[in-house]
């Protein structure tokens, strides 16, 4: 098992900024690719980004992709998302996720999840 908490979400206006962080609890993360996933109001769970366990390797969904940044901090065993230019759009419960092996677009190919945060965007 590993137990992931995330962290950092909250209210902001649109064309703010916010990190979130996600923290692997009494488990190291630094072998595992880490995704982050977002889930609107009767919405299904979307990728928002992947990074693989080095760092070395990160995909970014096309609706993200230029204004959110994923990265990693293996000594923390921590797991970031810093989120630039937000929309009332990207209003969803974030989540993080782990994996062995490589990165993935996939929900359904990750193994351990995080509760989730709360983002909401006003316009």
């Known amino acids: 098992q590993v137990p992931l908490v995330e962290s950092g979400g909250g209210l902001v206006q649109a064309g703010g900024s916010l990190r979130l962080s996600c923290a692997a609890s009494?488990?190291?993360?630094?072998?595992?690719?880490a995704g982050w996933f977002r889930q609107a109001p009767g919405k299904e769970r979307e990728f928002i980004a992947t990074i693989s366990w080095s760092g070395g390797r990160t995909y970014y969904a096309d609706s993200v992709k230029g204004r959110f940044t994923v990265s990693r901090d293996n000594a923390k065993d921590t797991v970031y998302l810093q989120m630039n230019s937000l929309k009332p759009d990207d209003t969803a419960v974030y989540y993080c996720?782990?994996?062995?092996?490589?990165?993935?677009?996939?929900?359904?190919?990750?193994?351990?999840w995080g509760q989730g945060t709360q983002v909401t965007v006003s316009s």
């Open positions: 009494g488990r190291t993360l630094s072998t595992y690719a």
């Open positions: 996720a782990a994996k062995a092996g490589g990165n993935s677009w996939s929900v359904y190919d990750y193994s351990y």
